[in-house]
């Protein structure tokens, strides 16, 4: 278990694994939000350097949908820091470091949304809350292997949008119902 002295943002340990997501918040309520997949921390900074070298862009949101799911992951990614009895994080103007599992779901659910009409973003959480965290790290993973890149926003990524955002299913069978919708979508593509 994490020390919790170490622990900043959602769950985010350096010393146990510098392998991270670091959500970039801007000030600006017209700005967009960025989400970067990192390997490595630069200890006693308080703004760490994105190098666009080694750091992957994974998914740029305008600040309006940031908003409707930051709420959300809060609570998910809080419930499970308290189970672990870990501190919780909270969202705030500038850099917000992910535990790499958290991130891994994080980033999905950005991508199922990146693209959508806002007014399908409660559906793409309803969906994304029914899955469990081993599927959503499988789903991200599927995806980040194809198309995980900002600007790649087809294939797997087209079919998370439509999994998460098109398909207010009922709760127990959404998993085999949201994997045939995908699989479904993909090979229309």
């Keep these: 278990m994490a020390e919790k002295q170490q622990v900043i943002g959602f769950g985010f340990n350096p010393i146990e694994s510098q392998h991270h997501f670091l959500v970039v918040i801007p000030r600006a309520s017209d700005g967009k939000v960025i989400i970067y ?21 994974k998914v740029e949101l305008p600040k309006y949908k ?27 103007i500038g850099q917000v470091p992910v535990q790499r599992l958290f991130g891994k779901e994080m980033v999905l659910l950005a991508w199922a949304i990146e693209d959508c009409d806002p007014s399908v973003i ?17 789903l991200f993973t599927m995806t980040n292997a ?6 790649d926003k087809r294939g797997w990524r087209k079919a998370i949008r439509y999994a998460l ?8 069978s959404r998993q085999i ?4 919708l995908m699989l ?3 090979i229309d593509d």
């Design 37 to 57: 997949e990192r390997f490595r921390w630069q200890e006693g900074v308080e703004i760490q350097a994105v190098d666009f070298t080694m750091d992957r862009p």
């Design 146 to 151: 194809a198309t995980g890149g900002l600007h």
């Design 122 to 138: 409660p559906i793409a959480l309803k969906n994304w809350l029914g899955l469990s965290p081993e599927e959503r790290w499988w």
């Design 66 to 92: 940031w908003r409707q799911i930051e709420d959300a992951l809060k609570e998910e990614f809080n419930n499970r820091l308290k189970k672990e009895k870990l501190p919780v994080g909270k969202w705030h």
């Design 184 to 186: 479904q979508r993909k």
């Design 165 to 172: 955002t098109e398909n207010p299913v009922e709760e127990r």
């Design 177 to 180: 119902d949201l994997f045939d």
